[in-house]
């Protein structure tokens, strides 16, 4: 999984962490205590044994790490967003083909891939990379051909201006109940419910 990406300041480029990424980490900081010490501290182990696959955007030119992400398999639940499916469909405005309605009806819970530890070098905020980072991960799993996948999920940092980004790409928040917690569990539908021309 690897994409060279045109921002609007500069030309990204997303691969798997590396060992020798590991140690560039340690300059790097997003501005946020909690999201630096993971990436300083914790990242490896927890890609190492698999908690996590972990990711970094650099700059093409300079080869230096302006964002990292973590992504791991995850679920969306519906009991977790609304009690009742039909409330959950329009909340979400799911246009889900009629071939597939049927289906749909009987889950209780949808396969979903997570979006973690999102964090961009705090002097390069704003410009367009996490934006990037979110359309390389949409694409990926439209296209990803091994598991299914119907949604994207994040934990946003329960913030303003973190909410405010994750909402404008289209997320939606699961649940109300952590208003007053540290992080938004939020969701976005895939492809799947976007093209009602494919019933045809």
């Known amino acids: 999984m690897e994409e060279k990406i045109q921002s609007s300041d500069i030309d990204i480029r997303i691969n798997k962490l590396t060992e020798e990424d590991i140690e560039k980490l340690s300059s790097f900081s997003c501005g946020n205590d909690k999201l630096d010490d993971f990436f300083h501290n914790e990242i490896y182990i927890c890609s190492k044994y698999h908690y996590v696959s972990a990711y970094c955007v650099k700059d093409v030119q300079s080869d230096e790490i302006v964002a990292v992400f973590t992504l791991a398999n995850d679920a969306v639940v519906i009991g977790d967003v609304n009690d009742d499916l039909e409330d959950f469909i329009q909340m979400s405005a799911l246009r889900i083909n009629e071939e597939y309605l049927p289906v749909f009806k009987q889950q209780t819970s949808f396969p979903a891939i997570n979006i973690g530890h999102l964090g961009t070098r705090a002097d390069l905020q704003s410009k367009g ?65 976007r093209h009602e021309e494919d019933k045809d």
């Not at 296209?143 to 913030?159: E, H, K, M, P, R």
């Not at 208003?179 to 492809?191: F, G, Q």
């Open 129 to 193: 990379i996490g934006t990037k980072v979110l359309d390389f991960v949409l694409t990926t799993f439209i296209n990803y051909d091994i598991a299914g996948c119907q949604f994207i999920t994040v934990d946003s940092l329960n913030n303003e201006k973190t909410n405010k980004f994750y909402m404008k790409n289209g997320f939606s928040n699961q649940t109300n109940n952590d208003m007053t917690h540290d992080t938004r569990r939020m969701y976005l539908p895939i492809e799947l419910y």
